[in-house]
């Protein structure tokens, strides 16, 4: 079949660096419906993705995203979206600021500056890639990939990894929520809330590298990916006591055999600072 | 003296394979050896090129990149020959995979050409994948000297210090040897059925024919 | 090499066919590797992902970590040195920039250790796939302050091998951080290299305080270096940053820091015709003389040979020891020669050189991530011979 390439529109074309595409990531990949669903919750706002959006990345598959779309933005080195943000914000505060990175960069190399920001409280939107791989680099271990994992780096066992809801939660962020890049549908909402908070903003996005990390670890295929992010998905119940926050009830199961069994989603935190 | 063997092809066609399988070869034949690869940024589909250099084992290698006049040119992609054919020399063997490579202009000197269904006798063997090591297996034997005429080209390569060529000479149970150690379990039958293939293939060919 | 998980020998003496960055991991691990504290970055992450496979599988089993960035590795790798271990980490130009201030606080501190830096193109995130020779300067300047590490650099994959473990006696036997320069050309090229039996080079361990120890047959006097007394052993092991005496006790006055300091640049000077001597090839009879190191002095080694099957009466001088620069020896080499520098930077290299031979050379400058081939030097070659 023919393909008459200039017939063809994508639905969000004037959001898109259309000189900048195709993107560079894996057929598969959840980095190019992340994505998506980044541009539709930024518009969902209403704001203006040129005069009152900014959008900085890191070092990773995931900080390649800054270079496709039209919002303001800038691809930092490794590590360091975090305090490049933060100089934007503070240097204009009229400006929304959204980080979008991956999870070695936001909380590996830039662990640090993480909880500096949720400390800080100054406010921003950062919106985690988390793979829990290295995956740019080969496939190394991430500070997300879980105790039992085949990573090049984990040949003889892995450490704990972080729970970044509970992290966060406990850095202080004032905006908390998980879902995973198959939930399109409901995350440009969640974007929109979380932009739209006044504070620090968290949303651990459970995405997937089936090309490397789940090629080993249980979700080879794409298709396998999304099933599975569906079905492991259980949405919180908020209860009274506060107990739906709990590490054991954020916490996320995954068998390496078969990928994740059980994702905690929703919205944990929701307050303006 | 030495033998430059540059094989080229596109992301997925396994090029890296057959390198390392002819360098590993040759160092299991207590040769010296350099392979160099170079990737364009792409992943799939992108140009993927390995560069081979042998010699006898207490020679130096000293630049390690193939850029003129290579003893042995495999292309297994369009895309490859477009890119090397300006290297062609007068003593260069060209081996090209009949499906995957349509045009090939020929009119520069160069020693040898053959255009081998090298994918075509992989799907017989049952799977495309093995298109490299048929190719591999042809090359093993050009590789095997016995009197076959890429000895004779070394001598006329290396007049200076030829002295014995089949000093050079990598003979295919060392190809075996690599191919059973270094492939994944299952794909080693069909690996050593592919480079049998080629081997014969090599063989069975009469040089008049081509050149 | 197929390894299995389960103890393993240190030394895999015998034949290899593997790449630069195996090469280096093998050589920490011979000379008695213990911790390794890195963080991933492209060309160097083969070194550390060999490491982790080798390293906690050993007899004596050693110590890996992947950590969460360059300042967090070259800091943990100072503190295991500490411990009496010998500690490396491995990086390339992005990471050797935040690795400094770590590097200014180990060789104020007299900790020994290693880092592989494995040249990209620059500066910032650059080329991280193509080779570089850019970070030369660097490795004597990049952090504040005075002061001079030794730093070696390796042409060929059984270098990498040889150098390590060369680096590792250096750091030990002076009680300094040394520096080993490999290139992405050198870290996946893969080349046959033979790793000895044990004992067959010489592995050396830092002097307990009191202690003299030797290198190559040489003593190392402790006006020079001083025994290190670690964590953990008799008297209180201290020190700081901040400039201090004998004793590692902060010590401000301008007298103590002036023999400290003399004392860190002397035994350096003292010591460095125990480091990697550079290699002469056919200089006897040149009147051009090529001056490259790493992967370059590869191509410029092809050139030479090119150039003298058509008479051309060229050699090449191949540096191995980068710091201190062998001025004396240069000035030797290049008398009443012409000079051609060749490196894959804009222009380092010609500095060291110019200021040894107090000269204008001639020079060849390939920053744009590609070696220099054979025939651009040989254009140069016959440019300066007419």
Not at chain 1, 91 to 111: K, M, T
Request: proline share 5%; charged share 20%; hydrophobic share 40%.
């Amino acid at each position: 079949m023919e393909i008459d390439f200039s017939k063809l529109h994508h639905n969000l074309e004037d959001k898109l660096t259309s000189k900048m595409l195709p993107h560079i990531w894996c057929s598969g990949c959840s980095l190019g419906t992340n994505l998506q669903s980044l541009v539709r919750g930024a518009t969902l706002t209403g704001l203006d993705m040129d005069k009152e959006m900014v959008m900085i990345s890191g070092i990773g598959c995931t900080g390649r995203a800054s270079g496709y779309v039209e919002f303001d933005g800038f691809h930092t080195t490794h590590g360091r979206a975090i305090p490049f943000a933060t100089g934007v914000k503070t240097g204009n505060p009229n400006l929304e600021v959204i980080v979008f990175s991956g999870d070695g960069d936001l909380f590996s190399i830039g662990g640090n500056h993480f909880i500096h920001a949720a400390r800080r409280k100054i406010d921003l939107t950062i919106i985690c890639t988390n793979n829990s791989v290295y995956g740019l680099t080969g496939g190394q271990a991430s500070p997300t990939s879980f105790e039992k994992t085949t990573t090049t780096t984990t040949v003889v066992e892995n450490l704990r990894p972080f729970n970044l809801v509970d992290l966060a939660l406990g850095a202080g962020a004032d905006f908390v929520a998980r879902y995973t890049s198959a939930h399109f549908k409901i995350l440009p909402r969640i974007i929109k809330a979380a932009i739209e908070t006044d504070g620090v903003a968290f949303i651990d996005l459970i995405s997937g590298c089936p090309a490397i990390y789940g090629k080993k670890n249980g979700y080879p295929t794409p298709e396998y990916m999304v099933r599975n992010f569906l079905e492991a998905s259980v949405e919180i119940e908020v209860k009274e006591d506060g107990s739906h926050l709990l590490p054991e009830n954020t916490v996320m199961h995954f068998d390496r055999t078969k990928g994740y069994t059980k994702i905690p989603v929703g919205i944990f935190r929701r307050q303006d600072k | 003296m030495r033998i430059k063997v540059k094989i080229a092809g596109v992301g997925g066609q396994g090029v890296q394979l057959i390198g390392k399988l002819l360098a590993e070869s040759a160092f299991r034949a207590n040769l010296n050896v350099a392979q160099a690869v170079k990737y364009e940024p792409s992943t799939s589909g992108g140009l993927t090129v390995a560069d081979v250099t042998i010699v006898p084992e207490d020679e130096i290698i000293g630049y390690p990149y193939i850029e003129a006049n290579p003893s042995i040119l495999l292309v297994l992609a369009q895309r490859g020959w477009d890119e090397y054919k300006h290297i062609v020399g007068e003593n260069t063997v060209i081996l090209a995979d009949e499906s995957n490579v349509k045009s090939l202009y020929l009119k520069m000197k160069h020693k040898a050409h053959y255009t081998i269904p090298f994918g075509k006798t992989a799907i017989e063997l049952g799977t495309e994948k093995v298109m490299n090591v048929v190719a591999l297996g042809f090359m093993a034997e050009l590789l095997d000297f016995k009197g076959n005429y890429i000895s004779d080209n070394l001598e006329e390569m290396h007049p200076h210090d030829s002295g014995d060529s089949t000093l050079l000479e990598v003979a295919p149970e060392k190809f075996e040897e690599s191919i059973i150690d270094l492939s994944p379990q299952k794909f080693r039958e069909v690996n050593i059925s592919a480079f049998k293939r080629g081997y014969d293939m090599s063989m069975s060919l009469d040089i008049k024919d081509h050149l | 090499m197929k390894l299995q998980m389960k103890k393993q020998s240190r030394i895999l003496a015998g034949r290899h066919l593997d790449s630069g960055n195996i090469a280096v991991a093998e050589g920490a691990i011979y000379a008695g590797l213990h911790g390794y504290y890195g963080y991933p970055i492209t060309p160097s992450t083969s070194i550390m992902e060999r490491i982790v496979k080798r390293l906690p599988n050993l007899e004596d089993p050693g110590y890996f970590l992947q950590c969460e960035d360059e300042i967090a590795s070259i800091t943990s790798t100072i503190g295991c040195s500490w411990t009496r271990k010998k500690a490396m980490t491995a990086t390339s130009g992005p990471g050797f920039s935040l690795m400094q201030e770590g590097i200014g606080l180990a060789v104020m501190t007299e900790t020994p250790l290693v880092l592989v830096d494995v040249m990209r193109g620059g500066p910032s995130t650059g080329l991280p796939t193509f080779p570089g020779q850019q970070e030369l300067m660097q490795a004597h300047f990049g952090s504040h302050g005075d002061y001079i590490i030794p730093t070696f650099a390796p042409w060929s994959v059984q270098e990498c091998f040889d150098l390590t473990v060369e680096a590792f006696n250096a750091a030990e036997a002076l009680r300094t951080p040394v520096f080993l320069l490999s290139d992405q050309v050198l870290s996946s090229l893969k080349e046959k290299f033979v790793i000895p039996e044990e004992g067959a080079l010489e592995v050396v361990n830092r002097a307990h305080p009191g202690e003299t120890i030797t290198w190559k047959g040489e003593e190392i006097s402790e006006e020079y270096v001083i025994g290190m007394n670690c964590f953990g052993e008799e008297r209180k092991a201290f020190s700081t940053g901040l400039s201090h005496d004998e004793s590692g006790h902060v010590d401000l006055s301008a007298g103590t820091f002036s023999r400290m300091t003399n004392r860190m640049f002397s035994k350096i000077e003292k010591y460095q015709h125990l480091f990697p001597k550079a290699v002469h090839h056919r200089l006897d009879d040149a009147e051009i003389v090529i001056v490259s190191f790493g992967s370059t002095a590869r191509s410029a080694y092809e050139a030479v040979e090119i150039a003298r099957e058509s008479g051309k009466k060229v050699g090449l001088f191949r540096l191995r020891t980068l710091w201190p620069f062998p001025v004396k020896e240069l000035e030797e080499v290049t008398k009443n020669r012409e000079v051609i520098v060749v490196e894959m930077a804009r222009d380092q290299l010609t500095w060291p050189v110019e200021r040894a031979i107090l000269r204008r050379v001639y020079h060849i400058a390939y920053p744009q991530g590609v070696i220099p081939p054979p025939s651009v030097i040989l254009g140069k070659i016959v440019e300066v011979g007419e």
